[in-house]
Structure formats: C-alpha cells, structure tokens
C-alpha cells in the first residue's frame, strides 16, 4: 500500500504540500516530540514506517543517533537509502524493506522507538505496538503521532468516507492506542490530541494549491482539474472533521518499565 500510495500520483501530491517530512506539523512537530521523548547523542533509534528516512537524517545530524529504519515499501526504502546518500549520512543510518509487523531484531534492541504519521495505513496497530515494545529496551522510550480518530468520534458514515479517501483501513484514537500500551506494559509520559494542528495544516496545503501550486498539482494528476477539485474537497472534508473533534492527529510518548 506505502507503495501505491506514496510512489504514484496522490503520494506526489502530498509531498508537494508536505515536503520530504510528509507529516503534519513538519520541522517543528518533528523538534518537540524529539523533545518530549528525550533524544540524545549516541543512542540507537528505529523508525517504524520511516518513509523517505527524513526524520532520521534530522536525528543524526542534530543529535548524532544511530538511525535505523524500515519500511513496508521498496519504493520509500529506496528513496530513503538515495536520499540518505546525497546528504552524505549513509554511514549513520540503515534502512531495509520488511514487514512491520514482524520486526527483524532482537528483544531489547533500541533505546528509542519512533514513527510518524503512518501506522494508520497499517492493518493491525496492535502488533506493531507489541513489536515495537519488543525490540525497545527497558526504560526505552517510544514515541509517535498519527492521524487519528478525534475524541468526539466519527459516525460510521463519517468513518467510511474518510478512511475511504485516505485510503486507511481504520484510525485507532489516543485514548485506544494509550491502552493498547500500557496492556504491553508501556507507561504513558505523554498523549496529546493535535486536531487544531492537523486543520492548520491541511488549511496551508489548500491554500499552497489553490493559490501557488495549482498547475503542479494538476500535471501531477494527469491535467485533470475534476481530480483535483476532487482531492480538495475531501481534503476540505478533513478539515471539517478536524475542528469538530472527529478526526485528526495525535502524539503519544511512553516508557518501557
């Protein structure tokens, strides 16, 4: 899916808007949840989901980490890996394709534990939790955001357009994804509903392709505008869901006992 996703057309499109960071917030969300996890120089971190690898290379050049990745899709991986080359940070960092689920390292491997923004395209959430407490060492920190259920909640009708469009099987929200860590015996430092920064967001994406980016968008969509006022209405849609509660991002920060 990672792969359809972000290497055809709709994953263009996003990171026109997004940039390289591809989550909501970008630079600034990325600092403060490096904040609140406590990332300091030596330490060895992995990246579920980890993309084109740009949160890494932001570790490993402010913080000096060991950055390890992966990801489901050979298409992210290899952008990563070339990437990761051209900012000459190939030594500080490794990245391998594979199930996510299925996490290929020993227990107690890392002393942090990250991911931005993706486990909501994942089919089973809690397995990648179990995986990711696996693999963290003990007093390990987890960190991660997510686009979410809001704490209002959505209709089911609601939920079936949204998750339709963004094409994600379902969207755990922070409340469910704070039990399902400390079931797997995590303790939760921090849990925060950014549905106001996920509408800030997608109102500056709007606003980048109706106002400046209009014809790139629309090359990227084959020329085609009733795609695109396709893309922006349900984008509008999402906003809507975000100043209602309904649906948004969240960030969670937990430590292994």
């Not at 609140?36 to 060895?44: A, L, M, R, V, W």
């Not at 609601?158 to 994804?177: D, I, N």
């Not at 396709?230 to 906003?239: F, Q």
Request: hydrophobic content about 40%.
């Amino acid at each position: 899916m990672f792969q359809d996703l972000y290497g055809g057309p709709e994953g263009r499109l996003w990171e026109l808007v997004a940039g390289e960071m591809l989550h909501c917030g970008g630079l600034r969300h990325t600092t403060e949840m490096a904040t609140e996890t406590g990332i300091s120089e030596g330490k060895k971190i992995l990246d579920i989901c980890s993309g084109f690898g740009t949160t890494l290379r932001l570790l490993a050049k402010k913080f000096k980490v060991h950055g390890f990745g992966i990801d489901g899709s050979p298409y992210m991986v290899a952008q990563a890996n070339e990437r990761t080359r051209r900012e000459g940070l190939s030594s500080d960092i490794l990245y391998q394709q594979g199930d996510v689920h299925q996490l290929p390292w020993p227990n107690d491997a890392f002393d942090f534990v990250w991911s931005e923004d993706a486990w909501c395209y994942l089919n089973t959430k809690a397995d990648v939790i179990k995986e990711a407490v696996r693999v963290l060492k003990p007093g390990g920190v987890m960190g991660f955001s997510d686009w979410v259920t809001g704490p209002v909640g959505m209709t089911r009708e609601e939920a079936a357009r949204v998750h339709g469009f963004l094409q994600m099987p379902y969207t755990e929200s922070v409340e469910s994804y704070s039990a399902i860590l400390e079931k797997n015996g995590m303790r939760i430092r921090s849990a925060k509903d950014l549905c106001d920064q996920f509408v800030e967001s997608m109102s500056l994406y709007i606003r980048m392709i109706s106002e400046q980016l209009t014809y790139d968008a629309l090359k990227i969509l084959g020329d085609d505008p009733q795609r695109l006022d396709y893309v922006l209405a349900e984008w509008s849609y999402l906003i809507e869901m975000g100043r209602k509660g309904k649906f948004g991002q969240g960030r969670i920060v937990a430590i292994k006992a």
